[in-house]
Protein backbone atom coordinates (compact mmCIF):
# COMPACT_ATOMS: atom_id res chain seq x y z
CA UNK A 1 0.00 0.00 0.00
CA UNK A 2 1.43 3.82 -0.77
CA UNK A 3 2.08 5.80 1.64
CA UNK A 4 -0.15 8.63 0.44
CA UNK A 5 -3.12 6.27 0.06
CA UNK A 6 -2.48 4.74 3.90
CA UNK A 7 -2.35 8.73 4.66
CA UNK A 8 -5.71 9.29 3.26
CA UNK A 9 -7.34 5.96 4.57
CA UNK A 10 -6.23 6.83 8.02
CA UNK A 11 -7.52 10.36 7.53
CA UNK A 12 -11.30 8.73 6.68
CA UNK A 13 -10.99 7.36 10.32
CA UNK A 14 -9.72 9.93 12.31
CA UNK A 15 -12.99 10.86 13.73
CA UNK A 16 -14.47 7.74 15.12
CA UNK A 17 -11.40 6.14 17.13
CA UNK A 18 -10.71 8.62 19.49
CA UNK A 19 -11.57 7.65 23.01
CA UNK A 20 -14.60 9.41 24.50
CA UNK A 21 -13.24 12.38 26.56
CA UNK A 22 -10.02 12.64 24.76
CA UNK A 23 -9.35 15.94 22.99
CA UNK A 24 -8.31 15.87 19.30
CA UNK A 25 -7.39 18.26 16.96
CA UNK A 26 -7.97 16.99 13.66
CA UNK A 27 -6.72 19.78 11.41
CA UNK A 28 -3.27 19.24 13.44
CA UNK A 29 -3.50 15.70 13.39
CA UNK A 30 -4.12 15.85 9.51
CA UNK A 31 -1.04 17.96 9.38
CA UNK A 32 0.63 15.47 10.65
CA UNK A 33 0.26 13.09 8.36
CA UNK A 34 0.70 15.43 5.41
CA UNK A 35 4.33 15.68 6.94
CA UNK A 36 5.33 12.78 6.83
CA UNK A 37 3.70 12.14 3.47
CA UNK A 38 6.33 14.42 2.22
CA UNK A 39 9.05 12.86 3.59
CA UNK A 40 11.23 10.45 1.62
CA UNK A 41 11.40 6.89 1.73
CA UNK A 42 14.29 5.18 3.25
CA UNK A 43 17.45 8.00 2.72
CA UNK A 44 19.57 5.89 5.10
CA UNK A 45 19.70 4.62 8.95
CA UNK A 46 22.62 6.61 11.14
CA UNK A 47 23.68 7.37 14.74
CA UNK A 48 27.31 8.00 13.65
CA UNK A 49 29.28 10.97 13.84
CA UNK A 50 31.39 11.08 11.54
CA UNK A 51 30.56 10.14 7.52
CA UNK A 52 31.51 7.16 6.52
CA UNK A 53 31.64 4.79 3.60
CA UNK A 54 28.25 3.95 3.25
CA UNK A 55 27.35 7.89 4.18
CA UNK A 56 28.65 10.87 2.84
CA UNK A 57 27.24 13.25 5.77
CA UNK A 58 25.51 12.72 9.29
CA UNK A 59 22.25 12.58 10.46
CA UNK A 60 23.08 16.07 12.45
CA UNK A 61 24.55 17.47 8.87
CA UNK A 62 21.23 16.27 7.22
CA UNK A 63 18.80 17.88 10.26
CA UNK A 64 20.93 21.37 9.66
CA UNK A 65 20.85 21.59 5.81
CA UNK A 66 17.16 20.13 6.21
CA UNK A 67 16.09 23.46 8.70
CA UNK A 68 17.10 26.53 6.73
CA UNK A 69 16.59 30.20 8.22
CA UNK A 70 18.55 33.00 6.77
CA UNK A 71 19.30 36.20 9.21
CA UNK A 72 15.96 38.05 7.79
CA UNK A 73 13.55 35.36 7.50
CA UNK A 74 10.30 35.36 9.63
CA UNK A 75 9.94 31.59 9.31
CA UNK A 76 11.89 28.91 8.30
CA UNK A 77 11.76 26.33 5.25
CA UNK A 78 12.32 22.44 6.26
CA UNK A 79 13.15 20.35 3.39
CA UNK A 80 12.77 16.75 4.12
CA UNK A 81 14.75 15.68 0.90
CA UNK A 82 18.02 17.06 2.83
CA UNK A 83 17.40 15.22 5.63
CA UNK A 84 18.98 12.02 4.88
CA UNK A 85 20.13 9.70 6.74
CA UNK A 86 18.32 10.14 9.58
CA UNK A 87 17.47 7.93 13.19
CA UNK A 88 14.20 7.88 15.12
CA UNK A 89 14.32 11.16 16.74
CA UNK A 90 15.27 13.28 14.00
CA UNK A 91 12.56 11.46 11.99
CA UNK A 92 9.83 12.34 14.64
CA UNK A 93 11.35 16.33 15.24
CA UNK A 94 11.44 16.62 11.27
CA UNK A 95 7.91 15.52 11.19
CA UNK A 96 7.27 17.86 13.50
CA UNK A 97 8.72 20.91 12.52
CA UNK A 98 7.38 20.11 8.98
CA UNK A 99 3.82 19.96 10.24
CA UNK A 100 4.12 23.16 11.93
CA UNK A 101 5.03 24.70 9.07
CA UNK A 102 1.89 23.53 7.14
CA UNK A 103 -0.51 24.09 9.69
CA UNK A 104 1.06 27.64 10.84
CA UNK A 105 -0.53 29.67 7.52
CA UNK A 106 -1.76 32.43 9.70
CA UNK A 107 1.88 33.13 11.21
CA UNK A 108 0.95 32.07 14.88
CA UNK A 109 4.27 30.93 15.50
CA UNK A 110 6.29 33.64 15.55
CA UNK A 111 10.43 34.38 14.88
CA UNK A 112 11.66 34.45 17.92
CA UNK A 113 10.26 30.70 18.39
CA UNK A 114 11.62 29.40 15.28
CA UNK A 115 14.62 30.26 15.77
CA UNK A 116 14.63 28.76 18.93
CA UNK A 117 13.26 25.35 17.51
CA UNK A 118 16.33 25.10 15.32
CA UNK A 119 18.70 22.38 16.12
CA UNK A 120 22.16 23.09 17.46
CA UNK A 121 24.24 20.15 16.17
CA UNK A 122 27.68 21.45 16.21
CA UNK A 123 27.89 23.16 12.84
CA UNK A 124 28.81 26.65 12.73
CA UNK A 125 26.31 29.15 11.45
CA UNK A 126 25.42 32.93 11.81
CA UNK A 127 22.93 31.68 14.61
CA UNK A 128 25.08 29.27 16.17
CA UNK A 129 28.68 30.51 15.64
CA UNK A 130 30.03 28.87 18.22
CA UNK A 131 29.44 25.08 16.82
CA UNK A 132 27.25 24.74 19.87
CA UNK A 133 25.84 21.01 20.32
CA UNK A 134 22.68 20.44 22.25
CA UNK A 135 22.68 17.47 24.22
CA UNK A 136 19.67 15.63 25.89
CA UNK A 137 17.17 18.12 27.37
CA UNK A 138 18.91 20.84 26.24
CA UNK A 139 17.07 23.78 24.36
CA UNK A 140 13.77 22.78 22.13
CA UNK A 141 15.93 20.10 19.93
CA UNK A 142 17.61 18.66 23.04
CA UNK A 143 14.32 17.57 24.33
CA UNK A 144 12.69 16.01 21.15
CA UNK A 145 16.09 13.79 20.89
CA UNK A 146 15.95 13.06 24.47
CA UNK A 147 15.96 9.34 26.02
CA UNK A 148 12.68 8.56 28.05
CA UNK A 149 9.43 10.82 27.73
CA UNK A 150 11.73 13.46 25.64
CA UNK A 151 8.48 14.87 23.35
CA UNK A 152 6.28 14.47 25.85
CA UNK A 153 7.48 16.20 28.28
CA UNK A 154 8.42 19.38 25.63
CA UNK A 155 4.86 19.24 24.67
CA UNK A 156 3.86 19.62 28.41
CA UNK A 157 6.15 22.08 28.71
CA UNK A 158 4.98 23.84 26.15
CA UNK A 159 1.43 23.46 26.84
CA UNK A 160 0.55 22.36 23.42
CA UNK A 161 -1.03 19.03 24.15
CA UNK A 162 -1.20 16.18 26.45
CA UNK A 163 0.07 12.22 27.01
CA UNK A 164 -1.23 9.32 28.04
CA UNK A 165 0.39 6.53 28.89
CA UNK A 166 0.35 2.63 29.87
CA UNK A 167 3.31 -0.01 31.29
CA UNK A 168 2.89 -3.81 31.55
CA UNK A 169 5.59 -3.95 34.66
CA UNK A 170 8.35 -5.24 35.00
CA UNK A 171 9.24 -8.77 34.70
CA UNK A 172 12.80 -9.24 37.05
CA UNK A 173 12.49 -8.73 40.08
CA UNK A 174 15.43 -6.01 40.16
CA UNK A 175 13.71 -3.77 37.93
CA UNK A 176 10.06 -4.06 39.94
CA UNK A 177 9.12 -0.21 41.83
CA UNK A 178 7.47 -2.32 44.51
CA UNK A 179 7.11 -5.80 45.66
CA UNK A 180 3.24 -6.13 44.52
CA UNK A 181 4.28 -5.11 40.71
CA UNK A 182 2.67 -7.07 38.53
CA UNK A 183 3.96 -8.15 34.97
CA UNK A 184 0.59 -7.86 32.64
CA UNK A 185 -0.37 -11.57 30.73
CA UNK A 186 -0.19 -11.03 27.29
CA UNK A 187 -3.88 -11.17 26.39
CA UNK A 188 -4.12 -8.11 29.27
CA UNK A 189 -1.57 -6.10 27.75
CA UNK A 190 -3.11 -6.40 24.25
CA UNK A 191 -6.74 -5.64 25.64
CA UNK A 192 -5.72 -2.34 27.51
CA UNK A 193 -8.00 0.86 26.46
CA UNK A 194 -4.97 2.80 25.41
CA UNK A 195 -4.68 1.51 22.00
CA UNK A 196 -8.09 2.46 21.38
CA UNK A 197 -7.23 5.95 22.57
CA UNK A 198 -4.22 6.75 20.18
CA UNK A 199 -5.17 8.00 17.08
CA UNK A 200 -3.49 8.36 13.27
CA UNK A 201 -0.56 11.19 13.86
CA UNK A 202 -0.26 11.29 17.76
CA UNK A 203 3.94 10.99 18.94
CA UNK A 204 4.36 7.65 20.22
CA UNK A 205 7.39 6.34 22.45
CA UNK A 206 7.99 2.75 22.16
CA UNK A 207 9.98 1.30 25.39
CA UNK A 208 10.51 -2.19 23.73
CA UNK A 209 9.91 -5.29 25.08
CA UNK A 210 13.11 -7.74 24.88
CA UNK A 211 12.26 -10.49 28.04
CA UNK A 212 11.59 -13.41 25.18
CA UNK A 213 14.17 -12.75 22.58
CA UNK A 214 17.01 -11.19 24.33
CA UNK A 215 16.56 -12.02 28.08
CA UNK A 216 16.30 -8.52 28.65
CA UNK A 217 13.64 -6.22 30.89
CA UNK A 218 14.92 -2.83 29.56
CA UNK A 219 11.14 -2.29 28.88
CA UNK A 220 10.62 -1.68 32.38
CA UNK A 221 13.81 1.23 32.39
CA UNK A 222 12.97 4.63 31.02
CA UNK A 223 16.63 6.02 30.96
CA UNK A 224 20.12 5.08 30.98
CA UNK A 225 22.61 5.26 33.68
CA UNK A 226 26.10 4.23 34.01
CA UNK A 227 26.05 1.39 35.38
CA UNK A 228 27.26 -1.50 32.44
CA UNK A 229 25.75 -4.74 34.27
CA UNK A 230 22.06 -3.22 34.24
CA UNK A 231 19.41 -3.14 31.78
CA UNK A 232 19.29 0.21 29.93
CA UNK A 233 16.42 2.08 28.25
CA UNK A 234 15.76 0.09 24.73
CA UNK A 235 13.63 3.03 23.19
CA UNK A 236 11.95 4.12 19.62
CA UNK A 237 10.20 7.54 18.88
CA UNK A 238 7.65 7.09 16.33
CA UNK A 239 4.23 8.23 15.35
CA UNK A 240 1.15 6.50 15.34
CA UNK A 241 -0.51 5.35 12.49
CA UNK A 242 -3.19 2.78 13.93
CA UNK A 243 -4.03 -0.60 15.61
CA UNK A 244 -5.26 -3.78 13.62
CA UNK A 245 -6.40 -6.17 15.83
CA UNK A 246 -2.48 -6.94 18.38
CA UNK A 247 -0.62 -5.07 15.64
CA UNK A 248 0.64 -1.67 15.91
CA UNK A 249 1.63 0.16 12.41
CA UNK A 250 4.03 3.60 12.97
CA UNK A 251 6.38 5.51 11.06
CA UNK A 252 9.35 6.50 11.85
CA UNK A 253 13.25 6.48 10.49
CA UNK A 254 13.59 2.25 11.07
CA UNK A 255 16.85 0.37 11.93
CA UNK A 256 19.79 -0.65 12.61
CA UNK A 257 19.86 -3.41 10.45
CA UNK A 258 22.42 -5.32 8.14
CA UNK A 259 22.16 -2.98 5.16
CA UNK A 260 21.49 0.62 6.96
CA UNK A 261 21.71 2.64 3.95
CA UNK A 262 18.33 0.62 2.43
CA UNK A 263 16.45 1.99 5.82
CA UNK A 264 15.65 4.94 7.32
CA UNK A 265 12.13 6.58 7.09
CA UNK A 266 9.33 3.91 6.53
CA UNK A 267 6.18 2.21 8.57
CA UNK A 268 7.07 0.09 10.59
CA UNK A 269 4.83 -2.93 12.18
CA UNK A 270 4.98 -4.73 15.66
CA UNK A 271 3.13 -7.27 17.94
CA UNK A 272 1.62 -5.41 20.90
CA UNK A 273 3.42 -7.81 23.35
CA UNK A 274 6.68 -6.69 21.47
CA UNK A 275 6.16 -2.90 23.71
CA UNK A 276 6.85 -3.03 27.34
CA UNK A 277 5.62 0.68 28.08
CA UNK A 278 4.04 3.35 25.55
CA UNK A 279 3.76 6.80 25.94
CA UNK A 280 1.08 8.59 23.20
CA UNK A 281 1.68 12.04 23.21
CA UNK A 282 -0.88 14.54 21.33
CA UNK A 283 -0.73 18.01 20.08
CA UNK A 284 -3.76 19.84 20.83
CA UNK A 285 -2.85 23.52 20.60
CA UNK A 286 0.22 23.86 18.41
CA UNK A 287 -0.44 27.85 18.48
CA UNK A 288 1.51 27.38 21.75
CA UNK A 289 4.40 26.17 20.04
CA UNK A 290 5.00 30.11 19.99
CA UNK A 291 6.18 29.19 23.58
CA UNK A 292 9.00 27.83 22.81
CA UNK A 293 10.38 31.66 22.00
CA UNK A 294 10.91 31.56 26.08
CA UNK A 295 12.59 27.81 26.03
CA UNK A 296 16.16 29.37 25.41
CA UNK A 297 18.47 26.90 22.79
CA UNK A 298 20.75 27.07 26.30
CA UNK A 299 17.32 26.01 28.77
CA UNK A 300 18.27 22.72 30.53
CA UNK A 301 15.53 20.23 31.45
CA UNK A 302 17.38 18.38 34.45
CA UNK A 303 15.36 15.32 34.44
CA UNK A 304 15.56 14.66 30.85
CA UNK A 305 19.60 15.24 30.49
CA UNK A 306 20.33 13.33 33.42
CA UNK A 307 18.38 9.90 31.84
CA UNK A 308 21.58 10.28 29.45
CA UNK A 309 23.97 8.15 30.99
CA UNK A 310 23.00 9.33 34.77
CA UNK A 311 20.14 7.62 36.49
CA UNK A 312 17.38 6.15 35.08
CA UNK A 313 13.51 7.18 36.53
CA UNK A 314 11.19 5.70 38.25
CA UNK A 315 7.09 5.48 36.99
CA UNK A 316 6.16 8.27 39.27
CA UNK A 317 8.99 10.81 38.07
CA UNK A 318 8.11 10.12 34.43
CA UNK A 319 4.31 10.66 35.20
CA UNK A 320 4.85 14.11 37.13
CA UNK A 321 7.55 15.17 34.19
CA UNK A 322 4.27 14.15 31.71
CA UNK A 323 2.14 16.75 33.67
CA UNK A 324 0.19 13.28 34.83
Known amino acids: MKRAFFV ?14 DKVNECWQRAMLAAIDSFPEHGGYYTGGRPNELFAKTTWRGLHDAYQM ?16 SFCSSATYGVLIKALLIWDTKHKIKREAW ?12 LNPDAMAQDDGVGFWGRANANGPGLGVLVHELGVGYSFTAYRGAKSER ?6 EPYLTDRE ?12 GDLMKIFWNRNESRGSDSGAIIGCDDDKTADQ ?3 HSVIFMGCEGDTVTYWSSNGPG ?29 ERFDNARKMAHTDVNAYLRDLNGVRHSTTAEMLKQLGL
Not at 8 to 21: E, I, K, R, W
Not at 189 to 200: K, M
Open 233 to 235: EAG
Open 70 to 85: LPGDERPRFDPQLAQP
Open 8 to 21: FLTLLCLGCVAHAG
Open 175 to 180: NKERPD
Open 115 to 126: LNMKPRVGIADW
Open 258 to 286: KHPEQMGYSMGRCHKTDIQRVVFTRITRP
Open 189 to 200: WCELGIWNRAVP
